[in-house]
């Protein structure tokens, strides 16, 4: 069994200020991060880093393309550590850079994933409350020439030092915090029910769960659009908590099967996972309705305070209250490319399929494909 471990450290700090004082932030430090997040709240400080902005190579979540750029714009510089302040896009990035030679592309590290090392010391503040990536060694890259999204995973990528500053969530648009906390919400669902969960992380998927679904009911009664940032500090904690959990336990088939939705449709990462959670978790019930989801059942009726037997429709009802779910067709999916899809995942997701409840056929994953759609 592989043994349960954090990397990296990680801090809280009240503001920004306070973080970049602590660690020393200066001209030898890479601030790679957007000018919407740089300005307002880093600008000010003229701490006299060097400084990246990810939109200027491209928009979305990263692909291979965006990153390629970056690493030729950053070959002829000099600097030492990374400072990635941002969401799952920064931070996927950043990851790579902390590995990536100056010759490097992004094929060549998949084709080395194992022998990667660590070039550049590595610091994350997340801006959103979602990825947990911050705690984790994976970088999601979608690889264009391949239309598949892939993970370089890397005992090298894990960051030096992750610093939660709630403060960073402040500006947050709603659509940003829906998707991102839905993410973090099936992280933990997802790392709870693996078989590779152990009853260290499994500790972190509950306290995420316990975090996440009494503030998004709070939120939601409040009938404010910003009701939620009164909790920003708990999401953030969730997010953190999550990712330390399937950082060891892994995600799974949510997350599996999302990956067409966004590499092909371009469908932010929380929202195509939402679209697949109801339809994943129904076919886990009907395959083995008795195990340890039963344990997943009662900890939501817990929180929820309603019947076992209802409390996974419960929570996919309080899910829709922070975003509601579409169907696949509404993101211009067509009926003949779920069986394309369905080849994908059984053919390139193989890592994260082993940390199912319960196996999945190819034809039990077309089945989901044609329930969500």
Known sequence: MKAFQIIPSVAEYAEFCDFAKEVGLGQKDL???NEYIYHPTIAELNLGCQT???EQYGAGEPTDVMVDAILAELSGKDYERIIAVGGGTIIDIAKVLAVAERSDKVDDLYDKMSALK???PLMIVPT??????????ISIINRTTKGVKQGIVSPAMFADQAALIPGMLSSLPYGVYATSSIDAMIHA???CLSPNACPLSEIFSEKALELILPCWK??????EKDGWKKYKAEFLRASNYAGIAFGHAGCAAVHALSYPLGGVHHVPHGESNQVMFAPVMWKYLEKQPAGKINRFESLLAKILSCDEKSAIQELCALMDRVLERKPMRAYGVTEDELPKYADSVVGTQQRLLGNNYVPLSRDE???IYESAF
């Open 52 to 54: 990246l902005f990810q």
């Open 128 to 137: 959103t409350c979602g990825t947990g990536s911050e705690v984790t060694n």
């Open 118 to 120: 660590k070039v550049h």
């Open 189 to 191: 669902v997802e790392s």
């Open 365 to 367: 994953i077309l089945s």
């Open 218 to 223: 709070a939120a939601a009664d409040s009938g």
């Open 31 to 33: 601030v790679l991060t």
